[in-house]
C-alpha cells in the first residue's frame, strides 16, 4: 500500500481527467491540475468534499492540455482562488489562442479560465506547508513543469513520467524535437531523490527505479521508429473522443480523425494513409486491446 504524506491526496481520474493532487496545510489549500471540462463538476464535488468548509486557496497546473487544466474556470468561479501557470504559456491563455493550446488541434474542449501568476523552472513555491520545487519537463509538451518536495521526496510528475510509460511526445509529430527532451527529462527524474511519485494518470508508484527503466525502454521504441509515435498518438486521440462520447458511429471516425489538425500533422508526416485506411486501423488496434467494442455500427468505449 502507498502512504502519502498526511497533507497530500491524489483523487485519481481515470484518463479522460488527469490526476488531481489536493495539498492541504494548517493555513492554505491548493489543488494541482484540475481534470477535464465535462468532469469539472465532479472536481468540484470532490475538492469540496475533501476540504469540508475551507477555501481552496491556490490552483496550479502543470501544463495546458485539456485534461489537466480543463476544472479551472469551475473551480476559480466556485473559489475564486489564485491561479499559476507555466510562465512560457502566459501569452497563449491570456489571448486564448486554442491552436497554441492544443484544444483545437485535438478537438477537446477547455471552458476559458484566467490566471494570477506564472511558474518559472528552478521556482521554489511554499504549498501546504512544503517546498516544491517546479522543474522544466519538457518532452510530452515543451512547457511542462514537474513539482518536487525534495524534505517528503515526493515528486508530482505529470505526464513525463507514468508508472508505465508517458505521454505522448507531440513536438515529434509535428517535425519539431521532443525524444532527446524526454530523454532528458527521465535523466532529471533519475537524479532526484524521489521516493514517491504521483503521476499526471494512474496510481501513485515508489518503484521509481523500474519505472524509469520501462520509460527509456518504450522511448527507445519511439526513436527507432518515430512511426510508432505516431500511431501511438491517433490511437490516443480517437480513444479521448470515444470517452468523452462513449459512442461513436464507425461511419463518422474517419471525418473525425480527418478534422483534427493533430491527425492530419500525424498522418501526413508518418502514417500517409487515406483517412478511412487510418480509422480502420485505429478502431481495430482499440478493439484488440479491449479499450473498445464494436457494437452494430457504432464504437463503443471498453474500460
Not at 59 to 83: F, P
Not at 191 to 201: K, N, Q
Not at 275 to 282: D, K, Y
Amino acid at each position: 500500500m502507498i502512504h502519502l504524506p498526511p497533507s497530500i491526496q491524489v483523487f485519481e481520474r481515470g484518463w479522460l481527467s488527469s490526476n488531481n493532487v489536493l495539498l492541504v496545510g494548517p493555513d492554505d489549500c491548493a489543488l494541482i491540475d484540475s481534470g477535464y471540462q465535462t468532469h469539472a463538476l465532479q472536481t468540484l464535488a470532490l475538492v469540496e468534499r475533501s476540504l469540508q468548509g475551507r477555501p481552496l486557496d491556490r490552483l496550479l497546473n502543470t501544463h495546458m492540455h485539456s485534461d489537466h487544466c480543463g476544472g479551472n474556470a469551475a473551480l476559480q468561479a466556485h473559489y475564486g482562488c489564485h491561479t499559476s501557470i507555466p510562465l512560457a504559456e502566459a501569452d497563449n491563455v491570456r489571448h486564448w489562442d486554442t491552436e497554441a493550446l492544443s484544444f483545437k488541434a485535438t478537438g477537446q474542449q477547455c471552458e476559458r479560465f484566467v490566471f494570477d501568476s506564472t511558474i518559472a523552472p528552478g521556482e521554489t513555491l511554499t504549498l501546504a506547508g512544503m517546498q516544491w520545487r517546479a522543474l522544466a519537463a519538457p518532452g510530452h509538451d515543451p512547457h511542462s513543469l514537474i513539482y518536487f518536495c525534495e524534505r517528503e521526496g515526493v515528486l508530482i510528475s505529470a505526464d513525463a513520467l507514468w508508472q508505465n510509460g508517458f505521454g505522448i511526445i507531440f513536438p515529434e509529430l509535428h517535425g519539431e524535437s521532443g525524444f532527446a527532451e524526454a530523454r532528458a527529462t527521465l535523466d532529471l527524474i533519475d537524479s532526484l531523490d524521489a521516493r514517491l511519485v504521483i503521476p499526471g494518470h494512474g496510481a501513485p508508484f515508489t518503484d521509481v527505479a523500474e519505472s524509469l527503466k520501462r520509460a527509456r525502454s518504450r522511448l527507445d521504441f519511439f526513436i527507432a521508429d518515430p512511426l510508432r509515435n505516431a500511431q501511438n498518438a491517433v490511437k490516443v486521440l480517437l480513444k479521448f473522443l470515444l470517452l468523452e462520447r462513449q459512442r461513436i458511429p464507425l461511419a463518422q471516425v474517419p471525418g473525425l480523425l480527418a478534422g483534427l489538425a493533430l491527425f492530419e500533422a500525424a498522418n501526413s508526416r508518418f502514417l500517409q494513409g487515406a483517412p478511412e485506411q487510418v480509422a480502420q486501423w485505429a478502431v481495430s488496434q482499440l478493439t484488440r486491446a479491449a479499450a473498445a467494442r464494436i457494437d452494430g455500427d457504432d464504437l463503443v468505449n471498453e474500460g
